[in-house]
């Protein structure tokens, strides 16, 4: 029998100073497939890993309150995925720029949230087309770049 080998590429884009690159949106089927539950599972997955990962000095330090942050953060991901405008509804525009203002986020803070996000979106190989869960890590992949404000 023969097994084709997975096609996903979970590797990190090099940040460039002074280069955002153009970002595409997740496709829309990694919503439709794997529902908002699951959507809401995974970012409270990332959230629990951000939460004892080296960047946790960003983050809420109580714990209910990271919980709240990760669906907060579900609302946004649902959004961009295609589906209801909860982020919008309960925060307003993202104007994500200036939302990370506030937080002193370096390349190498970059790296560990790319990472801990990674272990959030392992359980979900299989449960979407690879292709799906492809454009999700891109998505973030390039977009996380943006979110840089501090140098290393
Ligand atoms: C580059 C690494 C990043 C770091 C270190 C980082 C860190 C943070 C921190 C410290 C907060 C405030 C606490 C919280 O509400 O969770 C936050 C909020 C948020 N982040 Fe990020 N972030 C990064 C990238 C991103 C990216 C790429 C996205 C979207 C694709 C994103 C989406 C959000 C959202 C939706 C919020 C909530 C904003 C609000 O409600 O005011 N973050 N982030």
């Given at each position: 029998?023969?097994?084709?080998?997975?096609?996903?590429n979970f590797s990190i884009l090099p940040y460039q100073e002074g280069y955002n690159p153009p970002v595409t949106k997740p496709n829309p089927a990694f919503l439709t497939e794997i529902g908002e539950e699951g959507i809401r599972a995974l970012l409270d997955r990332f959230y629990m890993g951000l939460f004892e990962s080296p960047i946790k000095h960003l983050f809420p330090k109580d714990k209910e309150e990271?919980?709240?942050?990760?669906?907060?953060?579900a609302d946004f991901f649902i959004q961009i995925c295609g589906g209801t405008p909860y982020f919008n509804q309960n925060?307003?525009?993202?104007?994500?720029?200036?939302?990370?203002?506030?937080?002193?986020?370096?390349?190498?803070?970059?790296?560990h949230w790319l990472v801990t996000f990674e272990e959030g979106l392992q359980p979900l190989i299989g449960k979407t087309g690879d292709e799906n869960l492809q454009s999700f890590w891109d998505y973030i992949n390039v977009f996380s770049i943006w979110m840089v404000n501090t140098k290393g």
């Amino acid at each position: 029998m023969h097994f084709s080998a997975s096609s996903l590429n979970f590797s990190i884009l090099p940040y460039q100073e002074g280069y955002n690159p153009p970002v595409t949106k997740p496709n829309p089927a990694f919503l439709t497939e794997i529902g908002e539950e699951g959507i809401r599972a995974l970012l409270d997955r990332f959230y629990m890993g951000l939460f004892e990962s080296p960047i946790k000095h960003l983050f809420p330090k109580d714990k209910e309150e990271m919980k709240q942050a990760g669906q907060t953060s579900a609302d946004f991901f649902i959004q961009i995925c295609g589906g209801t405008p909860y982020f919008n509804q309960n925060r307003g525009a993202p104007q994500m720029g200036r939302r990370h203002a506030p937080f002193a986020i370096t390349p190498e803070a970059r790296l560990h949230w790319l990472v801990t996000f990674e272990e959030g979106l392992q359980p979900l190989i299989g449960k979407t087309g690879d292709e799906n869960l492809q454009s999700f890590w891109d998505y973030i992949n390039v977009f996380s770049i943006w979110m840089v404000n501090t140098k290393g």
